[in-house]
Structures are given as structure tokens and as C-alpha cells.
């Protein structure tokens, strides 16, 4: 059964430390979110990847937040330094693009990193 | 500017009733849809899309009807099950070529809780 694979699961850590999030997508799946859940804002779209190359990162405050994918099999995000306001649950995603077809807008999530950020 | 819009936080409905989530958009740009089921401490999960050039998308239990004059999608489930108790994204997408795929921009989420 293919799922989405995010660690860490939850992360407690001191405000102005690094955080870093690590994703395996899916095998075979080109194309990489990151979305944010937090109680206010729903889920937002961070950052997004196809073919490793970064597509649209406009939804990520980019003072303090970067994402990569060093290779095909591993999406980060990372936080520096970390601010109470980053507490969120952090889910990643993959898809593959069907061809010209709406229906290859599916996106499959993983089960989210929790961080709290004190 | 929230261009996906659930206007209903919490949704309580009686096992073997049916269950009604509605979905508001904005961007007329907009022409693929979809619902996530969540459970507490999981991801997000795919339940059901439907393209713009339908009205309807069947699939099980589960029926979207789209409705482009009023920009409104809602999502029916026929008969309601204790399991169905989640919260329930509404999702929206572009499909304008390459750089929107996946895109999707979400709603807040209405929570359903279906009482035995």
C-alpha cells in the first residue's frame, strides 16, 4: 500500500531553533506539496515541486523557511529559526500528472508532522 | 481572500440520514474539485473530485453535485454512518496547463459527526 512518509511524527522544540521536516512521496509520483494546517488559516499550500524544480514556494515566508528535494525520493522543509507562530501540523503531498486530464489533480497526503514550537 | 469557502464549521446528522457539506468558490478559474475526509491525528484523505464539465459525480455513497452558475458544490452522503464522523475539506484546482496541477486550495473544513 503506497502512502506518503513524513517524519518527524511530532516535534517539541525551543523558539529560534532549527526544524527540519523530511518527506518520502509516493514511488513513481513527480510532483511534491508542502500545505500548512493551522486553526486559522485551514490548510495552505507552502511550496510545491515537480520533476525536484520548485514551481511556487509564494505561499512560504521566505525569511525563515526553505524547502528542497535533494533527490526524488526526499522532499525537506526546514524552519530557522522557529517561532511560536510555526506551531502547525506540516503535511506533505504527492501526485502524478495525468495526461492533459483534470483528473490528475489527485493528491495524496501524508499523515503530517506536528510541531510545537515554545 | 478565501476563494473556497465553507461556511459551516460543524455538521451533526442521525445515522442513516443524509449528510449535506457545502462548498462556496470564488475564482471562476477554478474547474476541478474535490473532497478530503480527516481524521484526528491522520492526513487528509481523497474521497471524491468532479471536473467542471459535469454536474454530478457518483460513487458510492458518496455524491458532488456542481452547480458553476452559483459557483457552489456540495457533497451528499446517502446513508450517513457513525464512520463518517471527520472533518471534510472542500478543495478547488485550475487546470491551466502544467504549473496549477495540484494546486489546490482549500476550504476550512467542515467537521461531521454522525450520531448512532
Known amino acids: 500500500d503506497a502512502r506518503v512518509t513524513q517524519t518527524p511524527r511530532h516535534k517539541v522544540t525551543e523558539m529560534g531553533q532549527e526544524v527540519t521536516m523530511r518527506c518520502q512521496p509516493i514511488?513513481?509520483?513527480?510532483?511534491v506539496f508542502w500545505y500548512r494546517q493551522t486553526m486559522m488559516q485551514g490548510l495552505e499550500l507552502l511550496a510545491y515541486f515537480r520533476n525536484r524544480a520548485p514551481l511556487d514556494d509564494s505561499g512560504m515566508p521566505k525569511d525563515r523557511f526553505s524547502a528542497e528535494m535533494p533527490d526524488a525520493t526526499l522532499a525537506t522543509l526546514k524552519i530557522q529559526p522557529s517561532e511560536p507562530r510555526d506551531s502547525a501540523v506540516y503535511f506533505c503531498a504527492s501526485g502524478t500528472r495525468g495526461i492533459a486530464s483534470p483528473s490528475g489533480n489527485t493528491i495524496y497526503f501524508g499523515e503530517g508532522s506536528w510541531l510545537t514550537v515554545v | 481572500d478565501q476563494q473556497v469557502k465553507q461556511n459551516s464549521p460543524s455538521l451533526s446528522v442521525q445515522e442513516g440520514r443524509i449528510s449535506i457539506l457545502n462548498c462556496d468558490y470564488t475564482?471562476?478559474?477554478?474547474?476541478?474539485f474535490l473532497w478530503y475526509k480527516k481524521y484526528p491525528a491522520e492526513g487528509p484523505t481523497f474521497l471524491i473530485s468532479?471536473?467542471?464539465?459535469?454536474d454530478k459525480n457518483e460513487d458510492g455513497r458518496f455524491t458532488v453535485f456542481l452547480n458553476k452558475s452559483a459557483k457552489h458544490l456540495s457533497l451528499h452522503i446517502v446513508p450517513s454512518q457513525p464512520g463518517d464522523s471527520a472533518v471534510y475539506f472542500c478543495?478547488?484546482?485550475?487546470?491551466?496547463?502544467?504549473?496549477?496541477?495540484?494546486?489546490?486550495?482549500f476550504g476550512q473544513g467542515t467537521i461531521l459527526t454522525v450520531h448512532p
Open positions: 514511488l513513481g509520483h513527480n510532483t
Open positions: 468532479i471536473s467542471s464539465i459535469k
Open positions: 475564482n471562476s478559474m477554478f474547474d476541478y
Open positions: 478543495a478547488a484546482s485550475a487546470f491551466a496547463g502544467g504549473t496549477s496541477y495540484g494546486k489546490l486550495t
